[in-house]
């Protein structure tokens, strides 16, 4: 009985082999998001990585300060179920306002299309984003495709602790 092996892992049969299978961390099918630490103008801000690079193509530093962490962790819930989504779905969420009287932040989250490539004859093909936008006094916002939204996901832990290192409470 003849058993392929991993051209990479050689001691690996490729039916148990991550690598072969697609399913090993920090591939383009099944990605490592991190956080990374550092200051703009003085101020803490933390930028998002997929596999120790950018997080889309389209943006090559997706990182944010302090309030927008804390409207990111508020609306944790929401982020985590546009990815989940499809795009037919995420065309019908519902637009919400969230609380945070912890934060004292109100964040209205809904869905707008943004452009995500055009076609070979120039028409442009629009994609669903989320976009969360800081009520008054607040004027931050941020707009997120279901990729951004999965990263913050599966980053969550390392969110809430660099915004308990900033002084505030999870």
């Given at each position: 009985?003849?058993?392929e092996?991993?051209?990479?892992?050689?001691?690996m049969?490729?039916?148990?082999?991550?690598?072969?299978?697609?399913?090993?961390?920090g591939?383009?099918?099944?990605?490592?998001?991190?956080?990374?630490?550092?200051?703009?103008?003085?101020?803490?801000?933390?930028?998002?990585?997929?596999?120790?690079?950018?997080?889309?193509?389209?943006?090559?530093?997706?990182?944010?300060?302090v309030?927008?962490?804390?409207?990111?962790?508020?609306?944790?819930a929401?982020l985590?179920?546009?990815?989940?989504?499809?795009?037919?779905?995420?065309?019908?969420?519902?637009?919400?306002?969230?609380?945070?009287?912890?934060?004292?932040?109100?964040?209205?989250?809904?869905?707008?299309?943004?452009?995500?490539?055009?076609?070979?004859?120039?028409?442009?093909?629009?994609?669903?984003?989320?976009?969360?936008?800081?009520?008054?006094?607040?004027?931050?916002?941020?707009g997120?495709?279901?990729?951004?939204?999965?990263?913050?996901?599966?980053?969550?832990?390392?969110?809430?602790r660099?915004?308990?290192?900033?002084?505030?409470?999870?």
């Amino acid at each position: 009985m003849n058993q392929e092996r991993c051209p990479k892992n050689p001691s690996m049969l490729k039916a148990y082999c991550a690598h072969c299978q697609g399913t090993e961390r920090g591939t383009a099918q099944n990605p490592r998001f991190s956080l990374k630490e550092g200051t703009y103008c003085g101020y803490p801000v933390i930028e998002v990585l997929k596999n120790g690079g950018q997080v889309t193509i389209s943006d090559s530093h997706f990182r944010f300060g302090v309030r927008k962490a804390e409207m990111l962790a508020a609306s944790m819930a929401l982020l985590r179920a546009f990815w989940r989504s499809t795009d037919a779905e995420r065309l019908h969420f519902k637009p919400q306002i969230i609380e945070s009287r912890l934060r004292n932040l109100r964040i209205n989250v809904f869905v707008e299309m943004h452009p995500d490539f055009e076609l070979s004859d120039g028409r442009p093909i629009d994609r669903p984003w989320l976009r969360l936008q800081a009520l008054p006094p607040d004027k931050d916002h941020i707009g997120l495709g279901a990729t951004k939204c999965r990263a913050i996901c599966e980053v969550e832990v390392e969110l809430r602790r660099w915004l308990q290192k900033q002084g505030l409470p999870d």
